[in-house]
């Protein structure tokens, strides 16, 4: 079975300043994929950014980059120069080589201060 | 108009109360999900449709009932539910069923009160 977790429920981050999502991730299965979704008070859910466990590099999107470290099994989201636009709840999230499913973690919320 | 629509945004009913939501996804995408997302709680797969038939349902009471009539709509028919069952609805859709690959894109989610 496949776990994603994430310490931290909430955190600040002065706008124009890098931040760091944390994310741990626990699979026997060699093939897997992560994922991190942004949820604004709206509601839906926004893919930002995709990395396979087979990518020699971390994958980036923007402002939005993957610190993928295998060995440790963590896959942190770096936002960097922080909008306030940015605010929302992120999830990180895991999908296997086998089965259909997409497994969240419980979120992080962001907030951005002016 | 793209990407994936779900409507009603807010929905409010009665436990005796049957209604429907819509999902319906512009993206030629192949999978369509239900999600479950409660306050406090992880977000909790309900069902799975690969081209219209259904691949995974993940211990859901038969009070919710899902329809799949075409690779492009999905629904979600609920009937005598419960307080407990207020939560947001979101519903995906993803070009492979299976693979770590493809991202799962989402909707706008219908929030969902019953009284």
């Known amino acids: 079975a496949q776990k994603i977790t994430q310490t931290q429920p909430g955190m600040f981050v002065q706008e124009k300043e890098a931040v760091t999502l944390d994310c741990t991730y626990d699979?026997?299965?060699?093939?897997?994929?992560l994922f991190w979704y942004k949820q604004p008070s709206s509601g839906e859910m926004i893919f930002l950014i995709y990395?396979?466990?087979?990518?020699?590099q971390n994958a980036t999107e923007g402002r939005y980059s993957l610190n993928f470290q295998k060995a440790r099994k963590s896959a942190n989201l770096v936002i960097s120069a922080s909008q306030l636009g940015d605010s929302a709840m992120y999830f990180c999230?895991?999908?296997?080589?086998?089965?259909?499913?997409?497994?969240f973690g419980g979120g992080t919320r962001l907030m951005v201060k002016p | 108009e793209t990407g994936v629509t779900q409507t009603p945004r807010h929905l409010v009913m009665g436990m005796t109360n049957k209604k429907s939501l819509k999902c319906e996804q512009h993206l030629g995408h192949n999978a369509m999900y239900w999600y479950k997302q409660s306050a406090k709680k992880p977000l909790e797969l309900m069902f799975v449709?690969?081209?219209?038939?259904?691949?995974e349902n993940n211990s859901v009471p038969s009070r919710f009932s899902p329809e799949c009539p075409n690779s492009s709509h999905l629904f979600l028919h609920l009937h005598t539910l419960q307080p407990e069952d207020s939560a947001l609805y979101l519903c995906a859709s993803s070009q492979d069923v299976r693979g770590p690959h493809s991202p799962l894109h989402f909707g706008n989610g219908t929030r969902l009160t019953v009284t």
């Open positions: 999230a895991m999908r296997l080589n086998a089965g259909n499913m997409l497994t």
């Open positions: 699979t026997s299965d060699p093939s897997y994929g």
């Open positions: 990395q396979g466990s087979y990518d020699q």
């Open positions: 449709y690969s081209l219209e038939e259904r691949v």
